[in-house]
């Protein structure tokens, strides 16, 4: 139940077009939901986040999608660029004193020129 | 804003020695602060949550007298892997929760450790 599932493990896209990651959850009491970019080497970095009170955030060229009644969320780039090629994890977090992050298995993008 | 710095940000040792890494935040206050490691190509694997002042609390099959954590202030978490082996070699990252807001952790750029 404290799963989060990520697909797909790999994606690849070319310059321009959209990367789609996807994200499902179990655990109903998850009320943040954040995707962190990670290039190697470096630790991971907060993308964009959302709350379920929402069913979209949209930052820049980064959307997230949230579903609630499916329990699924997930991570849309427009105009993906090379510069997006690194590994993206999503996550989740039970609120209210229960503060650890479930980490999806992560999607490894790569963007061809 | 919202910056975590890591020392070192790789490191070699011995097998047998102790090796400590440090994680701070750089701009905010970080009532707690968690501590991952990550093999290759994997995701994050929790070790550990520390509270400031507290003693740290340890996930399950984490070995908390190979991995001593204490985060002695509000800025400063310090890991601590005693008797490395080759097997403790690693990416450790850690990342603080900003103590104004319940959810965000902003993570470190990861320590390297590789035991010889």
């Known amino acids: 139940q404290q799963q989060v599932k990520q697909s797909p493990q790999s994606l690849i896209v070319q310059k321009g077009g959209i990367s789609i990651i996807n994200c499902a959850y179990e655990n109903t009491a998850f009320d943040y939901f954040p995707w962190y970019q990670q290039f190697p080497g470096k630790g991971p970095a907060l993308l964009i986040a959302?709350?379920?009170?929402?069913s979209e955030k949209k930052e820049g060229r980064f959307t997230i999608s949230f579903n609630k009644s499916a329990k699924q969320f997930s991570l849309h780039i427009m105009d993906s660029q090379p510069g997006d090629s690194a590994t993206y994890f999503c996550a989740a977090l039970a609120g209210g004193g229960s503060e650890k992050l479930v980490f999806g298995k992560g999607t490894k993008l790569t963007v061809n020129p | 804003g919202a910056v975590v710095s890591q020392h070192p940000s790789w490191v070699i040792c011995k097998s047998g020695t102790s090796v400590k890494i440090e994680c701070r935040s750089l701009?905010?206050?970080?009532?707690?602060m968690f501590w991952y490691r990550q093999f290759p190509k994997q995701s994050l694997m929790l070790m550990a949550t520390s509270n400031e002042g507290s003693k740290a609390t340890y996930e399950q099959g984490v070995e908390k007298d190979k991995f001593l954590i204490n985060h002695a202030s509000l800025t400063l978490s310090t890991l601590t892997v005693t008797s490395a082996h080759p097997e403790d070699s690693s990416f450790y990252i850690c990342?603080?929760?900003?103590?104004?807001?319940?959810?965000?952790?902003?993570f470190g750029p990861g320590t390297r450790l590789t035991v010889t």
């Open positions: 959302i709350r379920p009170d929402v």
């Open positions: 701009d905010f206050q970080a009532t707690t």
């Open positions: 990342s603080a929760r900003d103590g104004g807001s319940p959810y965000e952790q902003y």
